[in-house]
């Protein structure tokens, strides 16, 4: 397939263009300056010029491709009004990306989250939460599989809150960060709530799957680990980092403290058996022994 992302130069996106070439794939990327275009050249795609605001690149790059997987979204968490800037820009462009594909059978696979369900693994058949700082993206991703009734094979590929590589990226990723800020390795409440994970290699073997044989309007699960304590994540930073682990309050990390704070297992049993995925890279708290002071 003739593949447009999204998202190429990410941590996901990259290791997604690795695993779509390498089964036969060609990808056009989105790209929104020269050195973005230079990578995805590098990486063996074709780099499409144009950003999530312009829209009609958007729809030329889709309109060109036998299939569209969708990965950019800024991620400024500094207030929430920046979330909600990059939501409604991310909204906008996966509903003109679907437009564009309305009546051609033509896959669209999204990014969405795992929903957190209280005292249980979240499952595929869970629905997403619409509230809270990040809700308008579920309620995009919704939209999206609704087209599923209007001839564009839809799919939502759920991700864990870490997806990892070498130990950086995701919630854990943003804890080393804060870590390294504060010269402390903190966790919010008493650090025993779960969050799942996935190695992005494995997230992009997953979207692959997905593109290539996941029935119009479903949602996958991408998920490796079900549930690490995160004082067992704080504790491999600090030792890592060579920094202190302690409790700290949930509004030291911002608009995101509350999600943090959540107990949000997953499991994705169903994906393994539906899709005939494995993961098979290291685990979270392995990956995170990759991590330099
Ligand atoms: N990593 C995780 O743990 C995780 C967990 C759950 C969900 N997700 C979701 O998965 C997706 C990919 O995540 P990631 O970790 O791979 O992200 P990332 O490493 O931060 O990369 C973001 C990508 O989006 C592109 N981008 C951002 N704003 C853009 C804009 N306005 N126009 C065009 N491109 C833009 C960036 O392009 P440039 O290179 O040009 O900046 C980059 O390719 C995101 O939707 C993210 O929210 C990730």
Avoid: C
Wanted: aromatic residues 4%.
């Amino acid at each position: 397939m003739h593949v447009f992302i999204t998202g190429g130069t990410g941590l996901i996106g990259s290791a997604l263009i690795a695993e779509l070439v390498r089964n036969g794939h060609t990808v056009l990327a989105l790209a929104r300056s020269d050195s973005s275009a230079a990578a995805l050249q590098a990486a063996g795609a074709e780099p499409w010029r144009g950003e999530l605001a312009d829209l009609p690149a958007l729809r030329a790059g889709a309109a060109t491709s036998d299939g569209v997987i969708h990965l950019a979204f800024g991620h400024d968490f500094s207030s929430l009004a920046a979330v909600a800037r990059m939501v409604a820009e991310e909204s906008a462009a996966l509903a003109a990306l679907g437009d564009e594909l309305i009546g051609s059978n033509r896959p669209l696979i999204t990014v969405s989250g795992t929903p957190p369900v209280p005292g249980r693994s979240s499952t595929e058949a869970d629905p997403l939460p619409v509230d809270g700082p990040v809700g308008g993206r579920s309620r995009s991703v919704t939209s999206a599989l609704e087209l599923a009734s209007r001839g564009v094979r839809t799919a939502a590929v759920r991700l864990p809150r870490t997806v990892h590589n070498e130990g950086k990226g995701g919630f854990a990723g943003l804890l080393t960060e804060t870590a390294r800020h504060n010269g402390f390795a903190g966790y919010p409440g008493d650090g025993t709530q779960r969050w799942p994970a996935v190695h992005a290699l494995d997230a992009a073997a997953l979207f692959r799957l997905v593109l290539e044989m996941a029935p119009a309007g479903t949602a996958w699960h991408a998920v490796a680990d079900q549930g690490d304590a995160v004082r067992d994540i704080a504790a491999v930073i600090g030792r890592r980092l060579g920094l202190e682990v302690r409790s700290v309050p949930e509004n030291l990390f911002g608009p995101l403290g509350s999600i943090f704070a959540t107990d949000q297992p997953s499991s994705s049993a169903h994906t393994q058996v539906a899709l005939g995925w494995q993961p098979r890279h290291p685990s979270l708290l392995a990956d995170l022994e990759n991590l330099q002071p």
